[in-house]
């Protein structure tokens, strides 16, 4: 967070952080909301993009697993976009019964339980930083295959670039990273609808040759291999090509930005994405049996079938190279949907402390940067490590969202047989979920065995260290909590005798200034250090808060209100504390997203308006500090002391023990 005042928020450093990273959002802006949610298009560009970018390499991957037995591919087609509309409209429910975001990880927590919660969200984590890498990747393949074979080892340093290219514009917000993007996406639609169509009605001579080949194949393989056989093999290409179904779930998971009313929106944005999805992934299918495509070494299916299209049309190779192009840059926008979604699954996490809670916090931009630079830099490291090979990254990619797929229905299931007596079209509902459930653990149960050593035990390994630390966090936070709670126990009700100072406070008395959250026995334990630690010193006590806006409480402008109240009633119970206590007290607050920077701000201010004040907050203490402690409890004491030291004000941290 870059600081607004001080010495290290002045000087060329913070113009250039501003400059890339862009201005701080006013927070009291009443519009602030409406400015910032996406309306159905935008949300179709920014989250749509990452299903609709499957058929770049989903389609293709299904393609090529049915080997010589092409002529299903016309079945294939057909029946990823069956599936593609399941699961869309099986997480249409999830959008209407969870308005609040969250998808497959709140649905599994709500329905399933916290262990199911868990899992479904370390998978989806995992799942988007392989969004990022293997839309970056596959980006990276399309737009190198028009470039000559000895510059392709820049593939990897290209590919990082990106993606560092990506961290910057999601830091700087949003709605500002998808308004750029959009023009891509707007470049792809229109040159893959020219593409596809053509490429079918050129072809209608084929049809009736299409299908006698489709009864030759079938009444071939049927004396050879057997019904038996065509079926696995059906099933082997199809759950291979399990690519194509990645990033519908992404609308569910990002409702939060959606423009109000949001379930609505959120369905329509579902709408448009699955029609666009099923439209281009089974229309390829569909080409690449009418033309008979073959792989070409270098260069994607897609861009083969470009060609071969294009090749007769003038300008035809500046054609197909600007169709793949726009398919390569679409890629970049659907690593997009990893930055949006993955780190809201994360702050929701950290809401639920499976995961640091300085991860739910929200930066000047009202991003969340530290997931934003977690997601980036880990998809860097997958690119190096995999050498950005597409074809590895999918075979981890797919395992993963198929995990939190499965779950997602299965909790969905439940829900609907829990509201049967009040839901008259709960079969109905439930029948869809059921179904969607048995697609997706079948794609789930082949891809796992038919790669497990061809890159999917990494996944595996990937996710459960994920889930293991998760809940090795869980557990230190629940023994903080229950250390904290003692004090709560015995300091929330502290009795108190003698007359209440109702006195304002005097400006020429010497003044505590109390750093405080909410009202607790952390809080407390704070104030009655101060004044046995120096009895008799201060005649006021002034109360500061800051009522911290994080991806829990940034959902809408209702949230924002009942944090503020909140804050302002925990306030006001250690004012009545400390004049029952025989003291002058009030309180000062702000709403930001920034602590230290607030707290500073309004210290400064007391200290102005109280000349002889110093500055009061408590920390937390452990007997032995262990190195994972700072990740998982902030400096923000620390911070806010050096600051005020640098500003002249005398600040005292003061310890509270805590035995874990």
């Not at 050879?224 to 519908?248: D, H």
């Not at 402390?353 to 860097?380: C, D, E, K, Q």
């Not at 003044?511 to 046995?532: C, D, K, M, P, R």
């Not at 006590?541 to 991806?551: C, G, N, P």
């Amino acid at each position: 967070m870059e600081p607004e005042n001080g010495p290290a928020g002045n000087g060329i450093f913070r113009k250039i952080t501003r400059a890339v990273f862009g201005d701080p959002k006013l927070i009291k802006d009443p519009h602030l909301f409406h400015k910032m949610s996406l309306i159905p298009i935008l949300a179709w560009v920014g989250l749509g993009a990452d299903g609709l970018s499957s058929s770049a390499y989903g389609p293709e991957e299904a393609f090529r697993a049915l080997g010589q037995h092409t002529y299903l591919a016309i079945l294939l087609g057909l029946t990823t976009a069956f599936t593609v509309f399941i699961i869309s409209y099986a997480y249409s429910r999830i959008i209407e019964h969870f308005p609040h975001g969250g998808g497959g990880y709140i649905v599994a927590t709500h329905m399933l339980g916290e262990k199911a919660g868990v899992v479904s969200g370390s998978a989806l984590l995992v799942d988007y930083v392989l969004t990022i890498t293997v839309s970056i990747a596959a980006c990276v393949d399309a737009m190198f295959s028009y470039i000559p074979p000895h510059f392709h080892h820049y593939k990897v340093p290209f590919a990082c670039f990106l993606a560092v290219v990506l961290i910057i514009l999601n830091i700087r917000g949003v709605k500002e990273s998808i308004s750029v993007l959009a023009p891509i996406f707007a470049t792809f639609v229109v040159t893959h609808i020219v593409m596809l169509l053509y490429g079918v009605f050129i072809h209608t001579d084929r049809f009736v040759p299409l299908t006698h080949e489709f009864k030759y194949g079938l009444h071939h393989d049927l004396s050879t291999i057997g019904f038996f056989g065509i079926l696995l093999l059906f099933l082997r290409a199809y759950s291979l090509g399990g690519g194509t179904y990645t990033g519908i779930e992404a609308v569910s998971n990002g409702l939060q930005i959606m423009r109000e009313p949001r379930v609505q929106t959120g369905k329509r944005t579902m709408v448009y994405m699955a029609t666009s999805l099923a439209f281009t992934a089974g229309v390829l299918f569909f080409c690449y049996s009418l033309i008979g495509i073959t792989p070409v070494e270098g260069k994607t299916l897609n861009a083969v079938l470009a060609d071969g299209l294009f090749a007769k049309w003038p300008m035809g190779n500046v054609i197909a190279f600007i169709t793949i192009f726009s398919e390569g840059a679409l890629l970049l926008v659907a690593a997009q949907t990893g930055f949006v979604d993955g780190p809201r699954v994360m702050a929701n996490m950290a809401v639920d402390s499976w995961f640091p809670h300085r991860f739910a916090a929200l930066s000047v931009r009202l991003t969340m940067r530290n997931g934003i630079m977690l997601m980036g830099t880990a998809a860097i490291a997958l690119l190096i490590y995999t050498r950005g090979s597409v074809d590895a990254l999918i075979v981890m990619y797919s395992i993963n969202v198929f995990v939190t797929f499965s779950l997602s229905q299965l909790g969905m299931s439940r829900f609907f047989i829990q509201r049967r007596k009040e839901d008259p079209k709960w079969l109905q509902h439930l029948s869809i979920h059921l179904l969607g459930l048995a697609i997706c653990a079948t794609i789930l149960v082949i891809t796992t065995v038919e790669k497990f050593a061809e890159g999917g035990w990494l996944t595996l390994l990937i996710t459960t260290v994920v889930i293991a630390l998760c809940y090795l966090i869980k557990g230190h936070y629940t023994r903080v909590r229950k250390a904290v709670s003692e004090l709560d126990e015995q300091l929330l009700d502290f009795p108190t005798s003698g007359p209440v100072n109702t006195a304002s406070l005097d400006i020429n008395a010497q003044t505590a200034i109390q750093l405080v959250s909410g009202y607790s026995g952390f809080g407390v334990h704070t104030l009655l250090s101060i004044i046995t630690t120096f009895p008799k010193t201060y005649q006021n006590i002034l109360f500061v808060s800051v009522a911290v806006v994080d991806s829990g409480s940034f959902k809408g402008a209702e949230e924002m209100e009942a944090l503020e109240a909140s804050v302002k009633a925990g306030l006001e119970s250690y004012v009545n504390l400390a004049r029952r206590l025989g003291f002058a007290a009030d309180y000062r607050m702000a709403v930001a997203t920034d602590v230290v920077e607030s707290a500073v701000s309004i210290c400064k201010e007391a200290a102005d308006e109280f000349p002889r004040s110093s500055v009061f907050t408590g920390q937390l203490t452990f007997r032995l500090e262990k190195f994972y402690h700072r990740m998982l409890h902030n400096e923000t004491a620390f911070a806010i002391q050096r600051r005020l030291q640098w500003e002249g004000l005398t600040t005292v941290i003061l310890p509270i023990r805590v035995k874990t």
